[in-house]
């Protein structure tokens, strides 16, 4: 093993390349999990899900030196490729939620500012008022 580090559990040296790919695979699962609940329109605390990726990026960030001149692994290589189909997936599943809040939030809008407006310039408000 050259270059290795030690666990999280300071019990026995890792590989950087074991532990890289421990943190591509965590983080592919983090990401599955938020789109599966995205999907599913379950109720999910979207903060944690939020933090728990921040983690997620910042491992991968401590581990990336093992990907200067890596080996190539095919089960890294298929691991990099499974993250990147996870995070495509994720942002397309996001930008829906994104634009359906959006539509919700301008009905909500014009439904406030009719609301509130005395119609005075509206059609309805000139229909309304008894003839002089």
Avoid: W
């Avoid at 605390?45 to 491992?59: N, T």
């Avoid at 290589?77 to 995070?87: Q, S, V």
């Amino acid at each position: 093993m050259r270059g290795s580090i030690l666990s999280h559990d300071d019990e026995a040296p890792e590989a950087p390349l074991d532990g890289l790919l421990r943190a591509v695979h965590r983080t592919r699962n983090t990401i599955d999990e938020e789109t599966a609940a995205l999907e599913s329109g379950a109720t999910a605390d979207y903060g944690e899900f939020r933090h728990r990726k921040d983690l997620c990026l910042l491992e991968l960030s401590r581990r990336a030196p093992a990907l200067v001149n890596p080996p190539r692994d095919p089960e890294m290589i298929a691991a990099l490729r499974d993250l990147k189909d996870a995070i495509i997936r994720n942002q397309k599943t996001l930008r829906c939620h994104v634009n359906a809040a959006r539509k919700v939030s301008a009905i909500i809008m014009k439904s406030m500012a009719e609301e509130d407006s005395d119609h005075t310039y509206s059609t309805r408000a000139a229909r309304k008022r008894p003839p002089a």
